[in-house]
């Protein structure tokens, strides 16, 4: 009975520790280049990557604001991207701009009205978030400590100093 409790409390902290997965390196590609948010380290407080399919990874920026990078295939910058629950496709120009556009409104909003306010438990330390199931190595990506995303908690990682 004893072996049964020591395993079941190794399989519970087992679960609760977090794991490593690099950003990929096309989503920073799309942030830094296609969205012009360099350098990310001003914009970008968590990359979040979400278990969906297409994948998508959402995107929370210092203001407390969000939004999300959704990928569409092997074509190069093929990523669609969700502001305000508007979507654009940055390989159409005109896209592209309005997503800039819509961008640029996001991070200029006003703070939402419990930010910065300690009451969710949930402190942010500025390190970047995300998780991938694959694309993208490590040279120049980051070094996350997340765990394995499930449906409604994906995965945080942490940047090296040499991508910001």
Request: proline letters at 7%.
């Amino acid at each position: 009975m004893e072996k049964l409790r020591k395993y079941i409390r190794k399989e519970i902290q087992s679960l609760h520790e977090q794991k490593s997965y690099p950003v990929p390196l096309e989503l920073m590609d799309v942030l830094k280049d296609e969205l012009e948010m360099r350098p990310l380290k001003r914009y970008i407080n968590n990359i979040k990557a979400v278990n969906s399919i297409p994948p998508s990874y959402k995107i929370f920026l210092h203001n407390g604001q969000d939004f999300d990078v959704i990928y569409l295939g092997d074509q190069l910058n093929n990523f669609k991207v969700r502001i305000s629950d508007k979507e654009y496709d940055l390989l159409v120009m005109d896209d592209k701009n309005l997503a800039i556009d819509a961008l640029n409104r996001l991070l200029t909003a006003p703070l939402p009205p419990n930010f910065g306010g300690g009451d969710d438990g949930e402190e942010s330390d500025g390190d970047f978030g995300g998780g991938s199931s694959g694309g993208g190595g490590d040279e120049g990506g980051a070094d996350d400590d997340a765990a394995e995303p499930d449906e409604d908690e994906p995965a945080d990682t942490e940047p090296e100093s040499d991508m910001i």
